[in-house]
C-alpha cells in the first residue's frame, strides 16, 4: 500500500468497497472519509467503514491519498471545498465514468504541488449507500486510469499501485478515449435499460401487473440495471453527451436494420446478427469479465 492515510469523499458503494478492500489486506491505514449526507455518515460509522468526519477539510486533512466518489456533476464544486486544504504532494484521485468533464473541472482547481490521477474502477451493482460495499467488489475487475500530462510518473504508478493492492487490474488510456469506450460498454446500455423498463411501465397500465408478474430473464436483467442510482446516471449522461450521442445514433441505426428485417421475414439476417452478437457474450466471459453463472454469480446481498 502506497499510502499511509486515504480519505474517501462520498460515502457510497464504491467508497465503502475501497474502504473493506484496504481493510483487507492493510489494516493499519488510516482512512478518513466523510458525506453530505448525515444519515450516510452515521451508516459509515455504525459499519465502522473509517474515521468519518462531518466536512471534506477535515476528512483530507493531511490525507496522502484523496479519492472522489461523488456524482461526477459535483465533482468540481466538491473539490473546491478542499482544495486549499491538502498537503503539499499530496494526491487527488476519482472513480467517476466519465473523464473528460470530470478533468476540465478540476484542474483550474488544482493547487500548486498536488497531483491529479484520474480513474474509473469498472465495477459496481445496482445497490448504492455504504451498506452495500463488499470488500471484493475490485476483483479481477479492470480500473482504468487517464492520466494529465502535468502529472508526475510516480504519481501515476502509485495510484496504480494502489488499485492493484485493491484486486484490479489497471489499464490506461486517452479521456476522449476513455469516454467513447464507456458510452459503449456502459452509459448506452444503461440508457437502454431505462427506457425498456419506462415502455414497460407505460405498458403496465393496459396489462396491469402482468409486466411485473410475469418478468422473464431478459426483462429483470434490465431492471436491475434500471435500478442504478439516478443522480449518478443522470450526471453521466450530462457530461458524457458526445460520446453519447455517437453510439445513440449508431444504435439507433442497427436497431432500424432490425426492425426491417422483422418488417420483412428476414430470417437469415436475424440469425446471423444474433450469432455475431452471441459471440461477444462467450469472449466476455473469457476475458474472466463476468460468470455465467445464475444471478450474475453475485451472492443475493450483493
Not at 47 to 63: I, P, Q, R, S
Not at 125 to 154: H, M, V, Y
Not at 157 to 164: D, I, P
Not at 248 to 272: K, M, S
Request: proline share 4%; charged share 25%; glycine share 8%.
Amino acid at each position: 500500500m502506497p499510502y499511509n492515510h486515504i480519505a474517501l469523499i462520498g460515502l457510497g458503494l464504491i467508497s465503502a468497497s475501497i474502504a473493506l478492500a484496504i481493510r483487507r489486506k492493510h489494516k493499519t491505514v488510516k482512512i478518513t472519509g466523510t458525506s453530505r449526507s448525515i444519515d450516510t455518515r452515521n451508516k459509515a460509522r455504525e459499519l465502522g467503514l473509517c474515521e468519518v468526519c462531518e466536512n471534506t477539510k477535515d476528512a483530507v486533512k493531511n490525507a496522502d491519498l484523496i479519492i472522489l466518489c461523488v456524482p461526477v456533476g459535483a465533482m468540481g464544486s466538491v473539490f473546491d471545498e478542499f482544495a486549499a486544504t491538502l498537503k503539499e504532494g499530496a494526491t487527488v484521485t476519482d472513480v467517476g465514468s466519465v473523464k473528460v468533464e470530470v478533468i476540465a473541472s478540476i484542474m483550474p482547481l488544482l493547487p500548486f504541488g498536488v497531483n491529479f490521477v484520474p480513474g474509473h474502477p469498472l465495477a459496481g451493482t445496482e445497490n448504492s449507500g455504504p451498506e452495500s460495499g463488499f470488500d471484493s467488489l475490485f476483483d479481477n475487475r479492470w480500473c482504468l486510469l487517464t492520466p494529465i500530462k502535468q502529472c508526475p510518473e510516480a504519481s501515476v504508478q502509485k495510484v496504480r499501485s494502489f488499485w492493484e493492492g485493491l484486486g484490479a487490474k489497471v489499464d490506461e488510456m486517452d479521456a476522449e478515449h476513455h469516454d467513447l469506450v464507456l458510452a459503449v460498454t456502459s452509459h448506452v446500455p444503461h440508457l437502454i435499460a431505462y427506457t425498456m423498463v419506462g415502455v414497460a411501465d407505460d405498458l403496465s397500465n393496459i396489462t396491469k401487473s402482468e409486466v411485473i408478474n410475469y418478468s422473464a430473464a431478459g426483462f429483470r436483467d434490465f431492471t436491475r440495471i434500471a435500478a442504478s442510482d439516478p443522480t449518478m446516471w443522470r450526471d453521466v449522461f450530462l457530461n458524457n453527451k458526445g460520446a453519447s450521442l455517437e453510439i445513440l445514433g449508431r444504435f439507433t441505426e442497427e436497431l432500424t436494420a432490425l426492425q426491417r428485417a422483422v418488417r420483412r421475414g428476414d430470417g437469415d439476417l436475424l440469425f446471423d446478427y444474433f450469432t455475431r452478437t452471441r459471440e461477444v457474450r462467450r469472449k466476455i466471459l473469457e476475458a474472466g469479465q463476468d460468470t455465467d453463472q445464475p444471478n450474475f454469480g453475485r451472492e443475493k446481498n450483493n
